[in-house]
């Protein structure tokens, strides 16, 4: 069975400018999750899917952050603009369903921004 | 608000030996609870998921126990190995199942 795919799995990228990344769930996972994981510290959601739907995206610094899932299955999260604070590493994860469900992590995509 | 916190920060053991990271939880109304194990420059791999119900799982030499009373869970390695050197995560999800928590982690290294 395919793991979580995402990439790229490193960007660089000045303050000010705007980066995408993929994520690509387990075939048939219906939920889909978001992370930021800044150095020395444990992930952090930053939005949940459902299909294509939001569950949660009480997070997510809308100012600045935008995600999909328009046909339910891959999902793209993007920055526009970058801050410093930004570098981190945005981890995608899915799951069987909402609930109590064991939660998969793709490689994750180590974000730079100078 | 679900809060994970995880003792210690780091760690550092000679091969061969046993050893416990812990993880405490706040609000003890949770359903499982899941280990994760980190590698440099990776994502996260699932090593446990405990349910409340189960109070402990093992998978080789891992155990993981849940103590959900206390707000605490432990996960025991046994006969560390250098291969075993990385980082370990705990999360617990909120009443929903839908939102994790992490720990800081603790990070591990196993000297031969």
């Known amino acids: 069975e395919a793991g979580v795919a995402q990439s790229p799995r490193y960007k660089i990228i000045e303050k000010r400018q705007s980066v995408a990344f993929w994520c690509n769930p387990i075939?048939?996972?219906?939920?889909l999750y978001w992370y930021q994981q800044i150095l020395g510290q444990g992930p952090k959601l930053l939005i949940q899917?459902?299909?294509?739907?939001?569950?949660?995206d009480s997070q997510l610094p809308k100012d600045r952050f935008s995600a999909e899932r328009l046909k339910g299955v891959d999902s793209t999260l993007k920055i526009q603009p970058a801050k410093l604070e930004d570098s981190a590493v945005y981890l995608c994860?899915?799951?069987?369903?909402?609930?109590?469900?064991?939660?998969?992590f793709g490689p994750g995509t180590r974000l730079t921004v100078l | 608000k679900q809060e994970v916190t995880q003792i210690p920060a780091a760690l550092s053991v000679p091969e061969g030996e046993n050893l416990v990271l812990n993880c405490s939880f706040t609000?003890?109304?949770?359903?499982?609870l899941q280990w994760f194990r980190q590698d440099p420059g990776k994502g996260l791999t699932s090593l446990l998921l405990?349910?409340?119900?189960?109070r402990e799982q093992t998978s080789g030499r891992l155990n993981a126990s849940l103590d959900k009373s206390s707000g605490r869970s432990t996960l025991y390695i046994a006969a560390s190995q250098p291969g075993d050197s990385a980082t370990y995560l705990c999360?617990?999800?909120?009443?929903?199942?839908?939102?994790?928590?992490f720990g800081g982690g603790t990070r591990l290294m196993v000297k031969p």
């Open positions: 994860a899915s799951s069987l369903a909402l609930g109590y469900n064991e939660q998969f």
């Open positions: 405990i349910q409340s119900s189960q």
């Open positions: 899917f459902q299909n294509n739907g939001v569950v949660d």
């Open positions: 609000d003890s109304a949770i359903y499982n």
């Open positions: 999360a617990a999800p909120n009443n929903a199942g839908n939102m994790l928590t």
């Open positions: 075939s048939g996972h219906a939920t």
